[in-house]
T-cell receptor
Framework: RKEVEQDPGPFNVPEGATVAFNCTYS??????FFWYRQDCRKEPKLLMS???SGNEDGRFTAQLNRASQYISLLIRDSKLSDSATYLC???????????FGTGTSLTVIP | SQTIHQWPATLVQPVGSPLSLECTVE??????LYWYRQAAGRGLQLLFY??????ISSEVPQNLSASRPQDRQFILSSKKLLLSDSGFYLC???????????????FGPGTRLLVL
């Protein structure tokens, strides 16, 4: 079983729509959670960390559900510039490794 | 602030030729360093990580090797490239926070390698 699993999509949504991505992780000892954004042919860049109580950054909201072992990312009022691949990442407290999902592709359509 | 550099940005190499990709980090000390490969349209594959000078952990057996000659320098090498080595090579660093948790990873701009 993979450490982190994501629906690869693609998600094609119109401008202004709300879209949500989920990501599940297999190891209950996981402690740190992140969402990254990767544009085509570029390196992944940190979008936001995911905190236990959930957190918001502008149009982006991240949630963590430890009981069900999943994290989510909600994007409100989608912009064309949100088109990218979104990667969820999990790290265990004592681990040196970060486990990446394969990414969910989002295309925002005019 | 911390910055991470990789070079070259793009590389075209013939099958059987050697490879050396370099990654350097500025503005931090004793970081964890990582090499990933991303094949076209695929996810990130962890190749190597290092917790200190001379300490290398290999995740995937293959014809690649890594070295860390200095605290903030990480090198990916191969003696003979294969066609399957083509991909996007990304270096990343992570620092340890108080309490033992790890700061998130930050990636370099990557090297796009094409083996012909």
């Amino acid at each position: 079983r993979k450490e982190v699993e994501q629906d690869p999509g693609p998600f094609n949504v119109p401008e202004g729509a709300t879209v949500a991505f989920n990501c599940t992780y297999s190891n209950s000892a996981s402690q740190s959670f992140f969402w990254y954004r990767q544009d085509c042919r570029k390196e992944p860049k940190l979008l936001m960390s995911v905190y236990s109580s959930g957190n918001e950054d502008g149009r982006f909201t991240a949630q963590l559900n430890r009981a069900s072992q999943y994290i989510s990312l909600l994007i409100r009022d989608s912009k064309l510039s949100d088109s990218a691949t979104y990667l969820c990442v999990v790290n265990m407290r004592t681990g040196n490794q970060f486990y990446f999902g394969t990414g969910t592709s989002l295309t925002v359509i005019p | 602030s911390q910055t991470i550099h990789q070079w070259p940005a793009t590389l075209v190499q013939p099958v059987g030729s050697p490879l050396s990709l370099e990654c350097t980090v500025e503005g931090t000390s004793n970081p964890n360093l990582y090499w990933y490969r991303q094949a076209a349209g695929r996810g990130l594959q962890l190749l190597f990580y290092s917790v200190g000078i001379g300490q290398i952990s290999s995740e995937v057996p293959q014809n690649l090797s890594a070295s860390r000659p200095q605290d903030r320098q990480f090198i990916l090498s191969s003696k003979k490239l294969l066609l399957s080595d083509s991909g996007f090579y990304l270096c990343a660093w992570a620092g340890r926070l108080a309490g033992g948790t790890w700061e998130t990873q930050y990636f370099g701009p990557g090297t796009r390698l094409l083996v012909l």
